[in-house]
T-cell receptor, first 105, second 115 residues
């Protein structure tokens, strides 16, 4: 079993839909990172969180330390949100396999 | 633009060769991280330097080495290259020393192709 599991692996949505991507982990962590990788390959850090909830624009990230689970939500999804979303945890940055999101107009 | 620069953008070389990848962190950041992203292994943490000193080591092969210079730029040296070393190599930087405890800013990556 991988130490960091993401679901779903692939997700296709219609523009405007509410999106949820999940990340479960089995190691103890100080923080969890959500990253976005664009089709061109560039990586952008979306959130780093160690408790509770953070919001940035249409993106919301939550984490439950006791349950070792985090979710990334995208409200009112847009085609420009199409990317791979990756979670990373732990002091040695262990990565999930990523969730490939495609938002259709 | 994250403020992290990496050179070169692309590199094509032959098996057995040695290459050097360069990274300049964001202004003010003291930590530099190196990551490898291959098709079969996904993203993997290789190594972190903080203010010139090695801070944390991940899945870095013995054929690979890195250093951080006094001006805080970093170089990743890959030697005795194998086909399996073909990958995207990312550098990231952050302000503090804790490997997973600070937001990281990623460079655009260097695509290495070993033929």
């Amino acid at each position: 079993k991988n130490e960091v599991e993401q679901s779903p692996q692939n997700l296709t949505a219609q523009e405007g839909e509410f999106i949820t991507i999940n990340c479960s982990y089995s190691v103890g962590i100080s923080a969890l990172h959500w990253l976005q990788q664009h089709p061109g390959g560039g990586i952008v850090s979306l959130f780093m969180l160690s408790s509770g909830k953070k919001k940035h624009g249409r993106l919301i990230a939550t984490i439950n330390i006791q349950e070792k689970h985090s979710s990334l939500h995208i409200t009112a999804s847009h085609p420009r949100d199409s990317a791979v979303y990756i979670c990373a945890v732990g002091d040695d940055m262990r990565f999930g396999a990523g969730t490939r999101l495609t938002v259709k107009p | 633009d994250s403020g992290v620069t990496q050179t070169p953008k692309h590199l094509i070389t032959a098996t057995g060769q040695r290459v050097t990848l360069r990274c300049s962190p964001r202004s003010g950041d003291l930590s530099v991280y190196w990551y490898q992203q291959s098709l079969d292994q996904g993203l993997q943490f290789l190594i972190q330097y903080y203010n010139g000193e090695e801070r944390a080591k991940g899945n870095i092969l013995e054929r690979f080495s890195a250093q951080q210079f006094p001006d805080l730029h970093s170089e990743l040296n890959l030697s005795s290259l194998e086909l399996g070393d073909s990958a995207l190599y990312f550098c990231a930087s952050s302000v503090g020393p804790g490997t997973g405890s600070y937001e990281q800013y990623f460079g655009p990556g260097t695509r290495l192709t070993v033929t």
